[in-house]
């Protein structure tokens, strides 16, 4: 896999951001926001130490783990979804880094919606590009079913990526929404996306292998 040059100065120009903010950070910064975009945990401001640096483990690792990967052929075949996946993870984790920052700072943001709406559009760019996953053992939907056999891994993969698109769709929606109605549009849009394409794989081997 190749640098992505373009990634590193991003995550660069994140990293020194954050160090030079970081002395005006009050002691206590927000660890975490519930449905609402409200804080319902504040944290020592260290932790933005890690949360500004885990964009790059995350890069690194991602550069790495195909190279172990006993089916590392399958990257080349997938090289463009693994590409933008990658670049789209990182803009996304840098994006909730300054999020918390702006927050610590005392600026008033809608934290909710920006991060259903960023979360939907991650969803969507994953959805777009899944059906080109070749099988492997880190990337895409990892099921017993989906590793056992290609056929099911590829019309899971296809049938995933839909599933990835209407998740999406439902969290951009939800960004508009609050209280039960926006709790209700999350857990639909995870179910969807998370767990059709499990159920999926499991049905269709159970098909294939009574054919």
Known sequence: MKIN??????????L?????????LPDKVPGHFDINGEVDRYDNKEILIFTGGLPLIIYLLMIFLPKIDPK???????????????????????????IMITVALGFNINVSM????????????????????????FFGIKTPWT????????????????AFLVG?????????????MAMISLIAA???????????????YRKIGEE
Not at 73 to 98: D, E, G, N, R
Not at 123 to 132: A, L, P
Not at 155 to 162: E, L, Q, S
């Open 168 to 180: 999406g769709l439902i969290m951009i929606a939800s960004s508009f929404t609050y209280g039960a």
């Open 114 to 137: 920006i991060i259903r709406i960023g979360v939907g559009v991650l969803f969507i760019v994953i959805g777009n590009f899944m059906g080109q996953i070749r099988q492997n053992y």
């Open 147 to 162: 590793l056992a056999n290609e056929m099911v891994w590829k019309k899971t993969h296809r049938a995933g990526g839909y």
């Open 16 to 24: 020194l951001g954050t160090f030079l903010v970081f002395d005006k």
């Open 5 to 14: 040059n373009l990634l590193i100065i991003l995550i660069a120009i994140s």
């Open 72 to 98: 590392k052929s399958s990257y080349l075949k997938h090289k463009k979804a693994y590409k933008i996946t990658k670049a789209i993870a990182i803009v996304f984790l840098i994006i909730v880094q300054w």
């Open 190 to 204: 995870i179910a969807i996306a998370a767990f059709y394409p499990i159920i999926y794989s499991y049905i269709i």
